[in-house]
């Protein structure tokens, strides 16, 4: 792990992600993966902006290949409207991100720029899925725990999940069956049993 030190937060980088990245920007000519990453750090971003903001600053963000953990020791004292606010800045951020991209694109008409907009908007949409360890996921977990226990809520948003891998699982094999290439849909769906399978806390 390469470790660095910014606004007093540690930030732990796995050599894995550095080499995929370096690999990325090497043979990815048209850039469209070198913009999902961008776009998944303007997600990340959001969420540690709004944590300073709220005053629950994260000890370390530990950055591996397919996720990014988010450690924190204060989050719980914060309040509901404040946690709801940290959940969904990094959905806020992209969707920004997407509409700023856009009116570039709109007067420019330069192509990466549609890209970019097009990326953080499915990205903040993705994200808003209530689906365990989504964004989307985490603000109806806070909304029902208002009203609910907190093993109800976290009952829910499972059953929520499982509704929602089963049509997408089945559209995925579909559209890979059909063209033979596109199995994009059937690894979201393998995403979201793993984020059901291997989920370790109820907040993000």
Do not use: W
């Not at 990094?90 to 856009?102: C, E, R």
Request: proline share 1%.
């Amino acid at each position: 792990m390469m470790r660095l030190r910014l606004f007093d937060i540690e930030f732990k980088i796995s050599f894995l992600l550095v080499s995929v990245f370096a690999i990325i920007t090497l043979f990815d000519r048209q850039c469209k993966l070198f913009i999902c990453f961008l776009s998944a750090f303007l997600h990340e971003s959001g969420h540690i902006f709004a944590m300073c903001k709220n005053n629950c600053k994260p000890k370390s963000v530990i950055c591996n290949l397919f996720d990014i953990k988010i450690i924190d020791n204060d989050r719980a004292l914060t309040s509901f409207s404040a946690n709801l606010i940290i959940v969904l800045s990094g959905v806020i951020v992209n969707f920004l991100a997407a509409i700023f991209s856009y009116i570039l694109y709109y007067f420019s008409q330069i192509e990466i720029f549609f890209t970019v907009s097009a990326v953080n908007l499915l990205m903040g949409v993705f994200n808003l899925l209530p689906v365990s360890n989504l964004d989307g996921g985490q603000a109806l977990y806070l909304i029902l725990t208002k009203k609910l226990s907190f093993e109800t809520a976290d009952k829910i948003i499972d059953l929520l999940t499982i509704l929602l891998i089963l049509p997408t699982a089945v559209f995925g094999f579909i559209i890979l069956f059909n063209s033979k290439y596109n199995f994009s849909l059937l690894l979201v769906s393998i995403y979201l049993l793993a984020a059901l399978v291997l989920k370790k806390s109820k907040f993000y």
